[in-house]
């Protein structure tokens, strides 16, 4: 579906005014509306000992969907698992937020968040299935224009979230940009690489101010 008119926040995101650092602000809220325009201005929410803080990093992660590596390995796992686009975007970020997975940050607040812009037509997923149709790898993540701010992955299976990100890339295009938040040494095996702060804000304005993919639509 396409997305929805949202209100507009009563906080600002104002990234002159942020510090030197990945945390620039505590506190605000998780709706749709505020969080839609943190993202339009370089910033997202994430939880840290119950406070919610919101991060724009200094070397921000970013995927140039063209110069995704793509291994032959991989080329194979695509041959053999299928993709599917919002179809089971809450079994996704349960995945995700699975509290077992090490580093897991994705509490009650910000899944219902999530779950409500998905709803709205802003939060997506893509999945990857076996030959039994069974989920076994995915994403999910925002669409702002042709900005798609990924948020989280997951797999069952060898290459699964990989899948998925193949899938994703293809659906975000040759004008678009992929945001991964921070590139680790995994996503760096991937084709992620690092744009400075300055840099990313820079390249926003005319991403999300473009027409939304459309595969979403569909």
């Known amino acids: 579906m396409s997305p929805q008119p949202l209100p507009p926040s009563p ?3 104002e990234p002159d005014e942020w510090p030197e ?3 620039v602000a505590a506190g605000a809220d998780l709706e ?3 969080i839609i325009d ?4 370089g910033a997202f929410p994430m939880p840290h000992d119950g406070e919610l803080l919101w991060w724009s990093p200094m070397q921000r992660g970013i995927l140039v969907p063209s110069a995704l590596k793509v291994s032959r390995a ?7 698992l299928s993709v599917t686009v919002d179809e089971s975007f809450e079994e996704v970020i349960d995945a995700c937020a699975d509290p077992t997975r090490p580093g897991s940050w994705i509490d009650s607040a910000i899944r219902e968040a999530y779950v409500n812009l998905h709803r709205l037509g802003w939060a997506h997923s893509v999945e990857t299935r076996n030959a039994e149709g069974a989920l076994v790898g995915g994403l999910y993540g925002l669409n702002i224009g ?7 992955m997951f797999h069952r299976e060898t290459d699964a979230s990989k899948v998925a990100l193949v899938a994703l890339a293809e659906i975000v295009g040759e004008s678009g940009l992929i ?3 921070w590139r680790t040494p995994h996503l760096a095996s991937l ?3 690092e744009w400075p702060r300055a840099m990313y804000l820079s390249a926003l304005p005319p991403l999300v101010n473009s027409e939304p993919l459309s595969e979403w639509a569909r």
Do not use: I, K, M, N
């Not at 943190?38 to 201005?41: D, V």
């Open 11 to 13: 906080w600002r995101f």
């Open 21 to 23: 650092e990945d945390c």
């Open 32 to 34: 749709p509306g505020t």
């Open 38 to 41: 943190a993202y339009r201005h």
């Open 74 to 80: 991989l080329r194979r796992s695509v041959r053999h």
């Open 146 to 152: 042709g900005l798609f701010a990924g948020e989280s």
């Open 179 to 181: 945001d991964v938040q």
């Open 191 to 193: 084709g992620v690489v």
